[in-house]
């Protein structure tokens, strides 16, 4: 990986403090993501997010180096996302300027704003306008609310299709790669997730595939509810004692234990913490 990331100049974000919102988009409620950009704030592409019962389900050293072999080809190529799908970033909007996060950080002696703290705050906020609505908890759809699993590696290719979902409906299988979504280049879960979560609650959206060295074009019908998932997924988990008021409530929690899940029930207490 050396050489590799040789060719790249490396930046890590330790804290999201100061951090250009509206240039950099995407689940706050993950363990990692990277951007690869030219210096004009262009994206090449995303790598990272987390499917809803593993944070580290597609992060690994053999699609990391993938993409960013992808990444160089694209940089050399000047072929960046021209999608209207992504931010330009002209506007700036930092995580200081939600209203909910400085009383967040107030009680705190580490100042430093994670990346979930944004997704609180801002859900907090909403809330606390009479705005808030559950489906708002939904951000970033995985293909998996698509009945749509990507291999680990080469993300863009489809692992599996589970019967009865919108994408075997649409007659998507296992061994396509999807090529884009919506207009909209598809190298990793990042790329796909980032479609998703700017596509309609109900409707359409297109998937270019390749199959067997053709190119199809495929309609995948979205039926209502489709970004919401039926476990009690970790958006869910964290943003329960927002979005209740009434406490107490017992849910199902589905917990991972070596290789195969585990639902509990968990009982969130009486009276929620003060703010």
């Known amino acids: ?62 699609s990391l180096l993938g993409t960013m072999r992808k990444a160089l080809m694209l940089h050399k190529l000047g072929d960046v996302l021209k999608s209207s799908l992504e931010p330009t970033g002209r506007t700036v909007r930092t995580p200081e300027q939600i209203p909910t996060m400085r009383a967040m950080m107030a009680k705190r002696k580490n100042k430093c704003i994670h990346c979930h703290d944004i997704k609180v705050a801002t859900l907090k906020h909403l809330r606390n306008r009479d705005k808030l609505k559950r489906q708002m908890v939904f951000t970033y759809p995985t293909p998996a609310n698509l009945g749509i699993s990507v291999d680990p590696v080469d993300q863009s290719v489809v692992d599996s299709v ?48 390749k199959r067997n060295g053709q190119s199809i074009q495929v309609p995948i019908e979205l039926p209502n509810g489709w970004r919401q998932s039926h476990d009690m997924t970790i958006k869910q988990f964290n943003a329960h004692p927002i979005l209740h008021r009434n406490w107490g409530d017992t849910v ?24």
Request: glycine share 8%; aromatic share 8%; hydrophobic share 35%.
């Open 1 to 62: 990986m050396g050489r590799l990331s040789h060719q790249f100049v490396c930046v890590r974000i330790q804290s999201m403090n100061g951090i250009n919102l509206d240039l950099f988009q995407f689940e706050f409620d993950l363990t990692w993501m990277s951007f690869f950009m030219d210096a004009e704030n262009h994206v090449y592409t995303r790598y990272g997010g987390r499917d809803d019962r593993d944070p580290e389900s597609h992060l690994n050293r053999d």
């Open 162 to 209: 589970r019967p009865g979902n919108p994408a075997a409906r649409a007659g998507i299988r296992a061994g396509d790669q999807i090529a884009s979504a919506g207009d909209h280049r598809v190298l990793t879960l990042g790329d796909f997730s980032r479609v998703l979560e700017r596509t309609p609650a109900r409707g359409r959206l297109s998937v270019q595939l």
């Open 252 to 275: 199902p929690v589905i917990l991972r234990r070596g290789n195969r899940d585990v639902t509990v029930q968990m009982t969130f207490p009486n009276q929620p913490p003060r703010d």
